[in-house]
């Protein structure tokens, strides 16, 4: 509703300048906002998940349940469902509503990165029935709720966790070999040596494209594979780089693909329409096209984490090594901006879905820093017959504005021209297709009780002059450690009733 | 203050049933059978329980993050998708297309419910629902008829805040004996008494879920009270340096806005009841404050005249309204749809402003308010049947003259005065409850009464809904007040209860415990 009043060249401006923020509450090493930008989930070194509160910037719930440092975060369309890997080898779905465990999920490894279905999971929460089956204790049957995680030196997989016994489904990291045509005689011997390179590829990361009908996954070797999700095959592979593909992120609108390999490179991609596949588009005709490679030439700069901003229009990295943050705008691939302020490396850097907002977690600290626009008061705006004017004005005084008319006069017309007909009900539809999903969209409950022992300052005074690191256990930790041995008991017992 | 006994009601006869009707006379013998009876039938309806049954998503607009390359992106896909028809996203596409027509809104929702809840109503959605699509537009009531429901009794003092919980399923009642009371809507009977204020309650509010109430006092402080559990939150909001004068939630109860008489505004962490940010607001006391039904903005006004539009998120002023001849301001409203405001000043006045434009598009004129800080709220009108007839919006506000006034947003007219209350209408509030529409008032008679929209037709037939009065514990308290009468109200005696109440509601006042 402010948007009518706010300053347009405020809002012209589109990526942040200022640090403004810091939040604290562990150790944290991972951040994802939700789809409305409502919530930022962290998730810590000791296996917490923290959700804050942007307005906030409160704790809002946390998540106990993994014992080891979380690896990646995925929120549910909806804002309801967050999935978290960690390096405990377990994936676990999160109900934010009473902060239960939908679903846990055991690998044979490491997690390096989940990430749930775009849609599917729209689906369960939108309808009444997940609640009810939710309550008798998972004895229901889902329509499909999916996720793709890659794991560490294993086969990235698929997830079907509709029922609570999850179905697993390997997925391929060798890249698609042409197909030999009919009757020419392969070589035995260059069958071998393809056979020996494709097993040395390993997947890396896996994420699903926009509307999750394919995934795509870059493997070790530098390649980018594009695998159907109905099928599990690869139906596209190309090589993008030499070294690693560290991350891949797709932009809002699905046809961006950001890029972070080894090789010191950060690429930009265009993806093809692949929701065309199958009818005026073959799988063979799918090319991807390198837009913009960032890098720095000078100093040689390795990326720690990649992002896009919320409209695709900028991309923004943390450095290794280094605690700047550069952001690039893509439609020349210049550099706009290098974000400083906080003395440390800095880790993962998450863009707001529609602010110029810029969080990124400090990797020793694990603070949480934010960086945004800070605006000037408009002073005009505190006192109605103030105009703020370029330059000297010349006042032209109206022709009646010193006549003097008798109160009730002036009342009556000024009543008497009251003749509009507002309408005080219907609220702007400009923002259907918008609201389609919002009005679904999931709010933390609001909990007053919540301990936020350690969102402030780690650091305690025990004297004058002497400070001291808060040790575990301290006050308010104890009833943290509590509700976490309750949780990993009601955890256990679930496992047990499995 | 008049006994209620021994009132005597000014009515217009067109507004009013015959039916002779100090309508708390307990020796009234066929009227309180017929009150009893009610009684069981309503029990029978609902057994009452102060848990929320759910949340009711409220259906707006966040502007804030339109994200329109995302929208045209999904648009695209969306129809791209349609030709092809295998993939599992179709799901999706139906399921939110389903979704879209669930969304209605809350009026659609709660109109389920008058066929079966309230067959009293058929007559009047006949009338003006025509069968067939008309094409002429529907006629547009010249006249509210609400009636007199219950006469609600046990403060000691005079009641200064009232409100619907979000499902209006229970009402809240603040006064200057500085105890909150929760009643039962469809009842009338008393929930819970809060104590723990030290001082006389200026405010309350519910919080968007309905479990908390927020509740300001001229003790400086904000308490919370949980409508579930009965008790009080352990923290309490302190931080002002004199009195609450008015307090509002934000939609997704994350943030609470206080205005005070030490002249700021203060923004407050609800989780961590902590200051987020102070306003310099006014140069007067604060007298009140609204949030808009997306959180973005807030609207304060002081007794200096101004009402000043603040952004939530950056706590920069964002536009000053003031009248040229600048009354005090007491009270400010966000309309449903968040585009205008409406502001109570002591000039008798309330206007109706467009902030954008800063400009006054209605004065709503005709009641009386030269002291105290009268407030009231937006409510809907015209036919039941939301489908066919979007509904009619309607200000209401209290008056010094112990009135109650609800205006036509677009003509301006007296819709209807509602007359009852014998000293000051300090505060009105709307809900909606199974389809009925309603009104809740308080004032400085110390009695809350809730006021129920009645078909107009009933009132010819002569069977008229008699205004039954619902008398509880009360009336012992009544009689202590009564004969205390002014003076004694300082005493604040916990009143005795009547066994039936004890029996519905098991957590009553001795387990509200004081922080």
């Given at each position: ?498 | ?158 009641v200064s805040a009232v409100q619907f919980s979000p499902?209006c399923?229970m009402i809240a009642s603040g ?5 909150i009371k929760v009643w039962?809507t ?15 309650i200026?405010s309350l509010a519910w919080s968007?879920?309905g479990?908390?109430i927020a509740s ?30 008015q307090i509002a939630f ?125 407030s009231g709220s ?49 505060s009105v509030h709307t809900g ?7 009104l809740v008032s308080c ?5 809350i ?67």
């Amino acid at each position: 509703m402010n948007l009518s009043l706010v300053d347009p060249f405020v809002l012209a401006q589109d990526y942040p300048d200022t640090l403004t923020e810091k939040l604290r509450s562990g150790h944290a090493t991972c951040l994802r906002f939700n789809h409305t930008g409502d919530y930022l989930a962290s998730g810590r070194v000791d296996g917490t998940v923290v959700i804050f509160d942007i307005e906030t910037n409160g704790v809002a719930r946390k998540l106990q349940g993994h014992t080891r440092q979380i690896q990646s975060l995925s929120w549910s369309r909806d804002g309801r469902y967050l999935l978290t890997s960690s390096q405990d080898w377990k994936c676990i779905l999160w109900d934010l509503k009473d902060g239960s465990r939908v679903r846990t999920v055991r690998f044979e490894a490491p997690v390096y990165i989940a990430e749930l279905h775009p849609f599917n999971q729209y689906d369960l929460t939108s309808s009444n029935l997940l609640e009810i089956c939710l309550s008798t204790d998972h004895a229901f049957l889902l329509s499909s709720l999916l996720f793709v995680a890659s794991l560490f030196e294993d086969q990235p997989v698929l997830v079907d966790i509709s029922s609570s016994k999850p179905i697993k489904r390997i997925l391929p990291s060798a890249p698609l070999r042409p197909q030999p045509t009919n009757g020419e005689e392969v070589d035995p011997a260059v069958a071998a040596k393809q056979a020996a390179q494709d097993a040395k590829h390993s997947t890396c990361v896996t994420i699903f494209t926009a509307f999750g009908n394919h995934i795509i996954a870059g493997t070790s070797k530098g390649w980018i594979n594009i695998i159907e999700t109905e099928t599990c095959t690869t139906i596209h592979s190309m090589r993008l780089c030499n070294g690693v593909v560290i991350l891949a992120r797709l932009a809002n609108n699905g046809r961006d693909l950001l890029v972070n390999s080894s090789d010191r490179v950060i690429r930009t991609v265009l993806m093809p329409d692949l929701s065309q596949l199958g009818i005026d588009f073959e799988p063979s005709a799918i090319k991807l096209q390198v837009e913009h490679k960032f890098q720095d030439v000078v100093n040689r700069l390795s990326w720690n984490h990649v992002t896009f901003s919320s409209t695709g229009e900028f991309v923004t990295a943390t450095t290794f090594m280094n605690p700047d943050i550069y952001v690039w705008e893509r439609s020349h691939g210049s550099l706009v901006k290098i974000l400083e302020g906080p003395r440390e490396e800095l880790g993962v850097v998450e863009w707001h879905p529609s602010r110029p907002m810029v969080v990124a977690c400090g990797l020793e600290s694990g603070c949480i820093y934010t960086w945004s626009t800070i605006s000037p008061q408009k002073w005009s705006a505190l006192a109605p017959d103030f105009g703020e004017v370029e330059e000297n004005v010349e006042y032209v005084e109206r022709e009646d504005e010193f006549d003097v008319h008798p109160a009730e006069q002036v009342h009556q017309r000024r009543l008497d021209l009251e003749d509009e007909e507002p309408d005080v009900i219907t609220l702007d539809r400009a923002e259907d297709s918008i609201d389609a999903e919002q009005a679904g969209m999931f709010s933390v409950p609001v909990l007053l009780d919540i301990s936020d022992s350690e969102s402030g300052e780690d650091i305690i005074a025990v004297g004058p002059g002497t400070m001291r690191r808060r040790t575990p256990g301290d006050g308010d930790a104890d009833k943290d450690s509590k509700s976490a041995a309750n949780s990993v008991a009601r955890g256990a017992g679930r496992n047990r009733r499995r | 203050m008049d006994s209620a006994r021994s009132r005597t009601r000014r009515r217009e006869s067109r507004d009013r049933t015959p039916v002779e009707s100090s309508s708390n006379e307990l020796a009234a013998g066929p009227e309180v059978d017929e009150s009893k009876l009610r009684r069981g039938s309503w029990s029978n309806q609902k057994t009452f329980t102060p848990k929320r049954q759910k949340h009711e998503a409220r259906e707006y607009r966040e502007s804030e993050s339109s994200d329109e390359l995302v929208a045209d992106a999904d648009d695209y896909w969306r129809g791209s998708r349609n030709r092809r028809s295998r993939s599992p996203i179709d799901r999706h596409a139906d399921s939110s297309s389903n979704d879209r027509s669930h969304g209605g809104s809350d009026e659609d929702r709660m109109s389920n419910g008058d066929e079966t809840l309230a067959p009293g109503r058929d007559d009047m959605s006949d009338r003006s629902s025509t069968p067939a699509p008309s094409v002429e537009a529907p006629v547009k009531p010249e006249r509210l008829n609400y009636k007199e429901k219950f006469v609600l009794r046990g403060h000691l003092r005079g009641v200064s805040a009232v409100q619907f919980s979000p499902d209006c399923s229970m009402i809240a009642s603040g006064s200057a004996d500085a105890t909150i009371k929760v009643w039962d809507t469809l009842t009338g009977r008393l929930i819970y008494t809060f104590e723990g204020h030290l001082a006389g309650i200026s405010s309350l509010a519910w919080s968007p879920d309905g479990q908390w109430i927020a509740s300001g006092s001229d003790d400086k402080t904000i308490r919370f009270w949980n409508v579930n559990t009965g008790r009080a939150h352990t923290k309490t909001f302190e931080g002002h340096h004199n009195y609450v004068y008015q307090i509002a939630f934000a939609p997704k109860g994350n943030i609470l806005v206080s205005g005070s008489y030490d002249e700021a505004v203060f923004i407050w962490d609800v989780r961590r009841a902590r200051v987020m940010r102070s306003l310099p607001a006014h140069s007067d006391p604060v007298a009140g404050i609204d949030v808009v039904h997306d959180g973005t903005l807030i609207v304060s006004c002081a007794l200096d005249g101004l009402v000043r539009v603040w952004d939530t998120h950056s706590g920069q002023c964002l536009r000053t309204l003031v009248h040229e001849d600048n009354p005090p301001a007491t009270c400010v409203k966000f309309s449903p749809n968040g585009k205008y405001i409406l502001a109570w000043t002591l000039d008798g006045c309330v206007r109706m402003w467009n902030y954008v434009e800063s400009r006054v598009i209605k004065t709503f004129q005709g009641h009386v308010n030269k002291k105290y800080s009268l407030s009231g709220s937006f409510g809907y009108y015209g036919s039941p049947d939301v489908k066919h007839n979007p509904p009619l919006a309607f200000a209401v506000s209290g008056s010094e003259d112990g009135a109650i006034l609800c205006w036509d947003i677009v003509s301006k007219n007296i819709l209807q005065r509602i007359e009852g209350h014998t000293d000051v209408v300090i505060s009105v509030h709307t809900g909606k409850l199974n389809g009925k529409r309603m009104l809740v008032s308080c004032g400085l008679d110390k009695t809350i009464r809730v006021w129920e929209e009645a078909p107009e037709d009933q009132e010819q037939n002569g069977a008229g809904a008699s205004p039954v009065e619902v008398v509880t514990e009360t009336i012992v308290q009544n009689d202590i007040a009564s004969n205390n009468d002014e003076d004694g109200d300082n005493e604040m005696v916990d009143a005795p209860l009547d066994p039936s109440t004890t029996e519905t509601t098991p957590a009553l006042t001795e387990d509200v415990t004081m922080t």
